[in-house]
């Protein structure tokens, strides 16, 4: 019966990935080699879908940036306009600013534009990243209509550790990352360094020109720096401050699109400094824990357009130097305490403020936030956990309506690990201050955007033996999301925002992975995929006649899948990611723009291990887009081709 | 429990479906060619979205009603690029201005076949052929005329202006060329510049209304020029009457309404009557001493009015651009601003040209 079982599951989870479909999950920490290997988990004390990003393979791209990390390894779509270039997530067929990133439990989204700039986000300066899917994100944060990435930095084992890794890659790509972690008796301190740069002067067939001709990559340069650095200190047994600042200078250009390719007189970049400054306090006695935190996040994006006249390159005829500053601050105390017989109650009151200086607002632009949250557990004697969240905003002198969240979590038979969860809630997004305050276009008169969500999936996993671990999961879900903001041309010569769509998001996130141990080989194979159906049913939308068709720049199917074996000292990584066709435009014609084709990309990496006395060395190559597969996830914007990576670490 | 030959049984069944995932084919929609022999033909530019590569051309028969997308890219094999702004026809070649792809490509009459391009250009916007061999290439942000060998499209000479330039008109030896745009000139940009197309020379400059965009000439020789006032609404939007011959503005007829943005001056095949687009379509005689109260055609709800063009049969076509991200619809009027009836282009359908 349990092979019955068994095979059918298999056969269901390769079905899905055939019509293409996705999922994740993960719940096991298995030990090997001094390596502490989390995998996909979904906690399975509470109704809230939270899936952790393998660390193995966050490892194995630990060079890279969190754009190119989430495409590989989750479900989450990510919209690159090319390598080093900006890129977004788009998280079950939501726009960019719906889902929010918080590090450390602070929101990294801009306030101006309300979105993230994963490309920006070194791998190295954080431990973990998980994923809360749509509603399950409301017990971190208010407003990801999508789905919240946290990433938590504070998790590296604590003994005192030296590593420094260089890489070389191909196009001049050189990435060098130093961790030092020490321990002084009751202070820790960690720090984290990142250097990289790169030409990134690929070749790609230019076939957006006549006559097609292979060119090589221009004007796309980048160079990023910074550095994490983090002190905990143990007052007692029961308290401990922290203390983590990242600093990171960021340059890039940016370059033209294919068709533009032939008259080089732009000169388009950007320049930006961040810093992220935290400090907080904790008290954790028994069954209580307390915390009060304060952070400052201040960012300066620089931006420079410079065209000259195509045949002076010394003649000006267009000069745009953008600057936009914001420092914001938060202050923000809770509190959790588990109470008998199951019940368990966290609350937490959280302020914001956001200061701009933009020489695109009229003036110097605030706005004052307090988010109030109440999160109510209990569990019914380990057969069902109930999860209530309340969450209540105030901000621009209003309250928005207060958002419920309902979760269950079911264990029907106790001898089996099969979970069923089901949730509903409700969450507001605000504005984000460029859609307030751009001159011209921004509109002070717009609503929160809203989401109404129903979640309902379930978790399965056994262990068949030492060789054969399986994990399932699948998860359906519907998103309706009303005063949907967007930039529509007015009655004036500009645009402006208005909350007028209407956009019903649903889909089914599978995953499936399998694991063990075979004669000393440790092998993993995880498959993932979404299916996501993401469409507009404004009036607006059904009288225009485009009601019903998905939405741009969301993929109805993409995946990943990969393979991770460890034998002895050496490792093999294998990932394929696939992403369907995507529309670049809402007419349905499938002219050359209207749609983008689907495409796969594969990469493998090989590494091993070697000791010199107590040092330890590790050796890496990878071959990254092994087919060579021509692709673009914008329109006319080149991804590159074959590409290499060598990587040499150093451990002490 | 499982055994080890059936746990790697498994793993193939799975890695089966890595392949799979790897061999999904990426075909793109490659359109088929068109034969081409375009007749009683209009010509819609769509211009497509800035920094989007979108733009293309579709083409119209005006006697059979068929309609094609995509002509350029179909024939060619590649897209027309970023923002198409205008289109010319000649005797033997369509000249189509793609403004921020720095381009004007030269194609086939009949079948809009590459034939030639140039890409040394800043920022052009119109071509007007001065004689057999050369056009002008009128520049958003440059302060020069380009002046272009048609035959091999290369680049001649600069003529300076001191100013940027939209559209065209020859009249006799003279070009007059609008200064529309006051981006990167610190002059008021409310002049007709006057170049003589022999001696390549300015030889002349006409003040008329602030952001001249259009100009025509009608049955009498005079000059009309549209002027929408300002980017801010700086000043109540005219139309101009100048006299070709001596350069003097004869007539300024202001627009009641400042807030107004009249764009798009056209003339009918008789040269008797201007139409222009002011939200929706007016008509006016050139013999008026002011702006009609009532249009001709009205823009109905949901329908946004961008470009216009009266046909050699003196019919109106009028582009709705949409929402400016779905594709755009062409209006066919009679005369008299009936509805005749409707077609699609493509994103953001603006310049049109009529060609038999």
């Known amino acids: ?652 | 429990m499982f055994s080890n030959y059936k746990i790697i049984n498994y793993i193939s069944l799975i890695s089966s479906v890595i392949l799979l995932l790897i061999s999904s084919s990426c075909n793109k929609d490659n359109p088929s060619p068109i034969e081409g022999d375009f007749q009683n033909a209009l010509f819609v530019v769509n211009e497509g979205n800035f920094t989007t590569g979108n733009s293309s051309l579709t083409y119209y028969n005006r006697e059979t009603e068929e309609v094609i997308q995509n002509v350029f890219y179909r024939n060619n094999n590649a897209p027309l690029g970023d923002v198409a702004n205008s289109i010319f026809i000649d005797e033997n070649s369509i000249y189509l201005t793609v403004n921020n792809s720095h381009t004007i490509f030269k194609v086939d009459k009949q079948d809009a076949s590459f034939q030639g391009k140039a890409n040394q250009l800043t920022s052009p916007r119109f071509l007007l052929k001065v004689n057999d061999s050369l056009a002008f290439v009128s520049d958003l942000y440059e302060n020069n005329i380009t002046v272009l060998n048609t035959t091999n499209m290369e680049i001649v000479q600069k003529i300076p202006l001191g100013r940027t330039s939209e559209n065209m008109l020859k009249f006799g030896n003279e070009v007059f060329i609008t200064n529309w745009s006051a981006f990167n000139q610190d002059k008021e940009n409310n002049m007709i510049m006057v170049v003589n197309s022999q001696s390549m020379q300015v030889i002349d400059s006409i003040e008329v209304g602030k952001e001249p965009n259009s100009i025509v000439i009608d049955k009498n020789n005079n000059l009309w020029v549209l002027c929408s006032g300002g980017f801010m609404n700086d000043e109540h939007p005219s139309l101009c009457k100048i006299n070709p011959n001596t350069h003097q503005l004869l007539s300024k007829i202001e627009f009641p309404d400042i807030t107004n943005t009249p764009t798009n001056l056209k003339i009918n095949p008789k040269a008797d009557s201007l139409y222009f687009l002011n939200t929706d379509v007016y008509k006016m005689s050139v013999d008026a001493l002011s702006i009609p109260e009532t249009p001709i055609i009205m823009q109905l709800e949901n329908i946004n009015f961008y470009c216009l063009a009266i046909s050699p049969e003196n019919e109106i076509y009028v582009s709705d651009a949409n929402d400016y991200n779905r594709n755009g619809e062409v209006h066919r009027y009679s005369p008299a601003g009936k509805l005749i009836s409707k077609f699609d282009a493509g994103i953001i359908p603006g310049n049109m040209t009529f060609m038999d």
């Open chain 1, 1 to 652: 019966m349990k092979k019955v079982s068994f095979y059918i599951i298999v056969a269901f989870c390769l079905l899905v990935q055939i019509n293409s479909v996705q999922a994740q999950m993960i719940y096991d920490t298995l030990y090997l080699d001094e390596m502490v290997i989390k995998s996909n988990y979904i906690d399975r004390n509470s109704s809230i879908r939270s899936q952790l990003i393998d660390t193995l393979t966050k490892k194995n791209l630990n060079n890279l940036n969190l754009g190119e990390l989430l495409s590989a390894e989750s479900p989450v779509f990510i919209k690159s306009y090319g390598k080093g270039s900006l890129a977004t997530a788009s998280f079950r067929g939501t726009a960019a600013s719906h889902t929010k990133v918080l590090w450390n439990g602070f929101e990294l989204n801009s306030p101006m534009l309300g979105q993230v700039d994963l490309s920006l986000i070194p791998n190295s300066f954080f431990d973990e990243v998980s994923l809360d899917f749509g509603g399950s994100s409301m017990e971190n944060i208010s407003g990801a209509l999508g789905g919240a990435i946290n990433l938590t930095s504070g998790k590296k084992e604590h003994k005192n550790k030296i590593e420094l890794s260089q890489s070389i890659g191909s196009y001049k790509t050189y990435t060098s990352t130093l961790a030092i972690n020490l321990r002084l008796k009751k202070l820790k301190s960690s720090t984290s360094v990142y250097l990289n740069s790169s030409e990134n002067s690929f070749r790609y067939y230019n076939n957006a020109i006549i006559p097609a001709e292979w060119q090589t990559k221009q004007n796309a340069s980048y160079f990023n720096r910074g550095f994490v650095q983090e002190f905990d200190y143990k007052i007692s047994d029961h308290q401990s401050l922290s203390l983590k600042n990242w600093s990171e200078w960021d340059f890039r250009e940016i370059p033209q699109i294919m068709s533009n390719q032939q008259s080089g007189n732009n000169e388009e970049k950007q320049n930006n400094f961040n810093s992220r400054s935290i400090l907080s306090y904790k008290y954790h006695k028994s069954k209580t824990i307390f915390h009060i935190d304060g952070a400052w996040f201040y960012s300066n994006i620089n931006y420079l357009l410079k065209t000259t006249t195509a045949i002076d390159h010394e003649d000006t005829v267009t000069y745009i130097n953008s600057t936009n500053v914001s420092n914001s601050g938060f202050a923000k105390a809770g509190v959790s305490h588990s109470f008998n017989r199951g019940w368990k109650i966290n609350s937490e009151l959280s302020f914001s403020k956001y200061v701009i200086n933009s020489n695109n607002y009229q003036s110097t632009k605030s706005r004052d936030k307090y988010d109030f949250l109440i999160k109510i557990s209990k569990d019914f004697s380990n057969i069902v956990m109930a999860d209530f969240i309340l969450r209540q905003q105030y901000s621009e002198d209003k309250f928005t309506p207060t958002t419920p969240y309902l979760g269950l979590l079911f264990k029907p038979f106790a001898d089996s690990d099969l979970f069923f969860r089901i949730s509903a809630n409700m969450n507001y997004n605000l504005p984000s201050l460029n859609d307030l305050y751009w001159f011209p276009g921004g509109n002070s008169e717009l609503l929160p955007e809203k989401g109404v969500q129903m979640d309902f999936g379930f978790n399965y996993s056994k262990t068949y033996s030492e060789s054969l671990n399986i994990d399932f999961d699948i998860n359906f879900f519907s998103s309706n999301i009303s005063n949907w903001i967007q930039w529509v041309p007015s009655d004036y010569r500009y645009w402006s925002a208005r909350n007028i769509e209407f956009v019903h998001a649903r889909g089914i996130e599978s995953s499936l992975s399998l694991y063990g141990n075979l004669y000393g080989l440790f092998y993993k194979l995880a498959i993932q995929h979404a299916f996501t159906k993401s469409t507009n049913e404004s009036e607006k939308a059904l009288e225009g006649g485009y009601a019903g068709r998905q939405l741009i720049y969301v993929p109805i199917n993409s995946g990943n899948v990969y393979l991770h074996i460890n034998y002895k000292r050496y490792t093999l990584h294998w990932n394929t990611q696939f992403t369907g066709k995507r529309n670049t435009s809402l007419d349905e014609s499938t002219l050359y723009s209207n749609t983008l084709p689907a495409f796969s990309i594969s990469n493998i990496s090989l590494g091993k291990k070697f000791n010199i006395k107590s040092y330890e060395l590790e050796l890496n190559f990878k071959l990254n887009n092994i087919f060579n597969t021509s692709y673009q996830t914008i329109l006319w914007r080149p991804m590159p081709g074959i590409n290499f990576e060598a990587c040499l670490s150093f451990r002490i």
